[in-house]
């Protein structure tokens, strides 16, 4: 049964501190490997995909590495907008389905 | 602007009392979802329609229905609603499910509440 496990739970930054989020996933045939953010009482609003180990996206202040083994989602400079919880998922063999993560909370202040 | 929409926002019903959410989509995708999401979890799919096939996940409890009138138009039923069953429910749609590898664009969300 694929897996998929983000750490750590919860991450209160400050302002300007960077810091990544860990999606660690065991899973047979990865075919990507999406991020997600979600704000509280809505919907997930799609960051990136990642197909294969080695690729890199970035986006404004955030960047998604992949490994065979896991993802990082990097935050660098974060400013308090960007507080939100962030889900990865992944998707596998050649079903249309999402497997994901039960998220990292992430609070920047001041 | 293209979307997912679903309606209602909030929904509250008494335990027993069948209840129905909506979803539509302006992005003429082929592949529409329903994940349930319960508190602090991991969204979860419930069942999606590739156009007009439907296919169910192997855990989707029975009191779970759904329907796809048309390409635009997707309604989650349930029949039954057990305290367990509130959550938000998501609604999302991808251009081509054949693969896996499209992205699925995710609506507002019902947040269920059963009495």
């Known amino acids: 049964e694929d897996q998929v496990t983000q750490s750590p739970e919860a991450l209160r930054l400050q302002e300007g501190e960077s810091s990544s989020l860990n999606c660690s996933y065991t899973?047979?045939?990865?075919?990507?490997l999406f991020w997600y953010r979600q704000d509280p009482g809505k919907g997930p609003e799609f960051l990136f995909t990642?197909?294969?180990a080695g690729e890199e996206k970035e986006k404004e202040r955030l960047k998604a590495t992949l490994t065979k083994k896991e993802s990082f989602l990097h935050i660098t400079a974060p400013k308090p907008e960007d507080s939100a919880t962030y889900l990865c998922?992944?998707?596998?063999?050649?079903?249309?389905?999402?497997?994901f993560g039960t998220g990292t909370r992430l609070q920047v202040t001041l | 602007d293209a979307m997912v929409i679903q309606n209602p926002r909030y929904q509250v019903t008494q335990f027993g009392k069948p209840v129905t959410l909506s979803c539509s989509q302006t992005?003429?995708?082929?592949?529409m979802y329903w994940y349930q999401q319960k508190s602090s979890q991991a969204p979860k799919l419930l069942f999606h329609?590739?156009?007009?096939?439907?296919?169910n996940e192997a855990d989707t409890p029975d009191n779970f229905q759904s329907r796809r009138p048309n390409t635009s138009f997707c309604f989650l039923d349930i029949r039954s609603p057990g305290l367990g069953d509130a959550a938000m429910y998501l609604c999302?749609?991808?251009?081509?499910?054949?693969?896996?590898?499209?992205?699925?664009?995710f609506g507002p969300g019902t947040r269920l509440t059963v009495l």
């Open positions: 999302a749609t991808s251009r081509d499910g054949g693969g896996g590898t499209d992205t699925q664009y």
């Open positions: 899973v047979s045939g990865l075919r990507g």
């Open positions: 990642l197909y294969s």
């Open positions: 998922a992944v998707v596998t063999g050649t079903a249309s389905k999402l497997t």
């Open positions: 992005l003429n995708h082929n592949v």
């Open positions: 329609y590739y156009d007009k096939d439907f296919n």
